[in-house]
DNA sequence: CGTCAGGATGAATCCCCCG
DNA sequence: GCGGGGGATTCATCCTGAC
C-alpha cells in the first residue's frame, strides 16, 4: 500500500480499495450537517461567513445516519484490531455519529471535549456561546489492545493526567490557509488538536489514515511526528492546498512542539460561581470595610445598591463614585460580628473546588 | 395538577397521567448504563463503589434506546410547546439519548459541557481522565419560542457571555446526602447545576418536572428559586431521602430571586414621542457617531437624508448600506460640544413618564 | 522602528411583536 | 399564519494602516 499520498476521490470508495486491516489510526473531521437556514447578521452589521459548502448539506437525519454508517463501516474494515479511531463534531451530528460508532461495535474509549479559547460569540444573546466541539474516540472493540501514550500525555499536561477536556485556540493567523485572500477551507482544524491525538495514540512509523483531509492537517501533524499517512478528499481544490502544505514541512528531528495551554496562573472566578454553589445565598447584604455603603447579592450574581444592579465591580465602583473598583477587595460579608471581604470566600472557593490554575 | 411533591413509580406511566403541556422546564437525569463488567479496584488495592444498580443495567443498545425513546416521548406530551428539556450523560448513553431526542422532533439549543473541577481520576492510566459529562438542551421544536435568561447568565458570568462549558465541582462534602453512614445516591449531582439550568430557562411560578428525580436536586434548587416542581422516583429509599431533604429547605425570598434583565424587557418609546414632548426638537440634525453621516429630524418623528425620509433604523441602515440598523444608538445629538447617543434621551424619557417596562 | 486604533473574523442550527 | 418593521445583540485574536 502506497503511503504518504492524497487520494482523490469519494472516501467510500476508496477506503474499500484499501487492504483490510491496514491502518493504525483513523482521524475523522466529516460533515456536520449544519442545517443552517438563513443569514445571520453581527451586531455591527457585518454578515458571519457561514458554512454553506453542497458537502455539508443532506436531506434528512436518515440521509446523514446512512451516509455515516457507510464511511464507518468502511474504516471499520481498514483499521487493524489493535488501531484506534476519532471521530470530531458538534451537536448537531455527534450523537448520529456516536450511536453508529456504538452499533458497529466500536468500543468508546473517551469523549473529549475540544474547549474553544475563541469561539464565535453567539451575536442574538438566543443560546450559550457554542465554544467547544467534541471527539469520540474509540478502540475496534471491547477486547481490543489499543495504544495510549499515557506518560506523553501526562507530561503534556505538567505531570497531571490529561483530562477529557482539552483547552485550544482556533486555527487563526498564518496556521490558517489562504488561498486567493480568503480562508481555503471553511472548517481547518489547529495543528494543536491533532498533535494531542497522534501523540496519545501512535508511535513513529504507524500508519494514519484522514477519510475527509481537507486541507491536510492530520497530513502536516503526521510527517511533522514521524508518522505515515494517507488522505482522501473528494474536492481538488482542497487537495492541491494539501499537498502544497505537507510538500512544504520538515519532519521534527528529534523533537517537540509547543501545545497552548491556555491562560495558567489562577483560574479566573465569577462572583456568581459563589452564589450558585451557596458560598454566599442571594439575599446577603455586602459592607464596604468602613460599611458606610451596602449591597444586596441577587440570584444571578449580580448585586443591587440604591435600585441599581450590575456586578461587585460596578457597584462598587459606583458606591465609590470611582471609575472602577475592584469588587472583591472592596465587599464584605458580616461573619461572626465581623466583616470578611468576599475575596476570601473566593480563596474558599478555589481550595474547596481544587480550581487551582486556569485551563 | 398538584404540584411540590413526589410521585413513586415508573416515570412513563407517571408522566403519561399527567396534562398534556403541563410542564415548563423537564430535566432528566436518566440511567447512564454503564456497562461497567468487572470490579475496579484502586491503584492501593480497594475497590471503586462503582454504579452497579439493577436500574442501571440494560442488555443490549436496543433496550436502551427503546427505553430512552418511550420516556423522551412521554416527556415530549407533558411538556408546554414553548418549554424546554434538559438531559444529562456522560459517552456510555448521551449518544443514543441525543439522537433519541433529535428523532423525536427536539431541537437541540446547545450541547453542555459540565467540566469537573474534582473527577476521579483513571487509575489504570489507559485513558484521558473522563473529567466531564454533557448535557443537552433542547426546544419542543425548531420553531418554538423557548425561554433562555440571557442577561441573567452573563451576569453570572462575570458580565460575559455564559459559554457552553460549564466548570463546576462534584457533590461531595456537606451537600452529600448520606443514609447510615454511606452515600444515600450514587449518582447525586450538585445544586450548583441545577441552580444554573433553572436560572437559565425558567422564571418563579414555572413548573419543572425531573422524572428521575433521585434524591431530589432539582426540587430542592426548584423549591430554593420559587419555582414549582414534580419528581417522578420509582425507588421507595430516594423518595423518602428527597422529601425529608425538600421539607427541611426554605426559599429565597421574592426579592431575592430578581435577575438582571435586558433591554427587551423595557418599555418600547417612538421616537416620535421625544419630539412630541420637546426633548428633541423638529429640525435638530442627528450625527453619526464620527460625523460621517448626518439627517434631519422631522415633525413626526421621522428623520430625512439625502431626499430620503423614514424612520431613525431605516435611514440609520441607508446610511450605512447595511441591512438593519439600531438608529437609538447608531444616532447622536450635538450637546455641550460633543455628541450624545439619542439612547440616552430614551432613558431620560423612561425615567421621566415612569414606563419601565413592557406590558 | 514601534504603538495604537480600527476593522475583520471564526463549523452558527442566532428576534419578536404587531397588524 | 404571514409579512413588515422596530430595534437588540459580540469575544478573543489577528491584521492593517496611520502616525
Known amino acids: 500500500m502506497e503511503l504518504n499520498r492524497i487520494i482523490t476521490g469519494d472516501c467510500i470508495a476508496a477506503m474499500n480499495a484499501m487492504p483490510a486491516k491496514s491502518v493504525d489510526l483513523i482521524f475523522a473531521d466529516p460533515p456536520y450537517n449544519l442545517q443552517l437556514h438563513h443569514n445571520l447578521l453581527r451586531p455591527e452589521g457585518g454578515k458571519v461567513d457561514a458554512v454553506d459548502d453542497d458537502w455539508d ?6 440521509a446523514y445516519d446512512a451516509f455515516t454508517r457507510a464511511w464507518l463501516a468502511a474504516a471499520h474494515r481498514v483499521l487493524k484490531d489493535d488501531g484506534s479511531i476519532w471521530t470530531i463534531g458538534s451537536y448537531h451530528n455527534i450523537f448520529r455519529v456516536g450511536a453508529a460508532l ?46 495510549f501514550n499515557y506518560h506523553a500525555m501526562k507530561a503534556l499536561n505538567e505531570d497531571l493526567q490529561m483530562r477529557s477536556d482539552w483547552l485550544l485556540p482556533i486555527c487563526t493567523g498564518a496556521e490558517r490557509l489562504k488561498s486567493g485572500g480568503t480562508k481555503a477551507h471553511p472548517t481547518q482544524k489547529p495543528e494543536a488538536l491533532l498533535y494531542r491525538v497522534l501523540l496519545a495514540c501512535t508511535e513513529p512509523g504507524d500508519v ?12 502536516a501533524v503526521a510527517k511533522l511526528l514521524g508518522r505515515d499517512w494517507i488522505g482522501i478528499e473528494r474536492e481538488e481544490k482542497y487537495v492541491a492546498v494539501a499537498q502544497a502544505r505537507i510538500d512544504g514541512l520538515l519532519p521534527l528531528s528529534g523533537g517537540d512542539m509547543a501545545v497552548s495551554e491556555g491562560a495558567r496562573g489562577l483560574a479566573r472566578v465569577a462572583f456568581g460561581a459563589l452564589v450558585e454553589t ?62 470578611v ?15 487551582a490554575s486556569a485551563g
Open 102 to 147: 456504538q452499533d458497529l461495535g466500536f468500543w468508546v474509549l473517551n469523549d473529549i471535549v475540544w474547549r474553544k479559547t475563541n469561539p464565535m460569540p453567539n451575536f442574538k444573546g438566543t443560546r450559550f456561546t457554542n465554544a467547544h466541539e467534541t471527539l469520540i474516540w474509540c478502540a475496534k472493540s471491547e477486547t481490543a489492545r489499543y495504544r
Open 57 to 62: 448539506k443532506f436531506d434528512s437525519f436518515a
Open 208 to 219: 494514519v489514515l484522514d477519510p475527509f483531509f481537507g486541507t491536510g492537517t492530520t497530513g
Open 278 to 339: 451557596g458560598m454566599i445565598r442571594p439575599g446577603t447584604t455586602l459592607w464596604d470595610a468602613r460599611r458606610r455603603h451596602r449591597a444586596r447579592v441577587r440570584a444571578d450574581g449580580s448585586v443591587e445598591r440604591d435600585g441599581r444592579a450590575g456586578s461587585i465591580h460596578q457597584i462598587g465602583a459606583a458606591a465609590e463614585g470611582a471609575a472602577a473598583c475592584n469588587g472583591w477587595t472592596y465587599w464584605h460579608v458580616e461573619e461572626g460580628g465581623g466583616l
Open 341 to 355: 471581604a468576599i475575596d476570601a470566600k473566593r480563596v474558599a472557593y478555589r481550595a474547596a473546588t481544587g480550581v
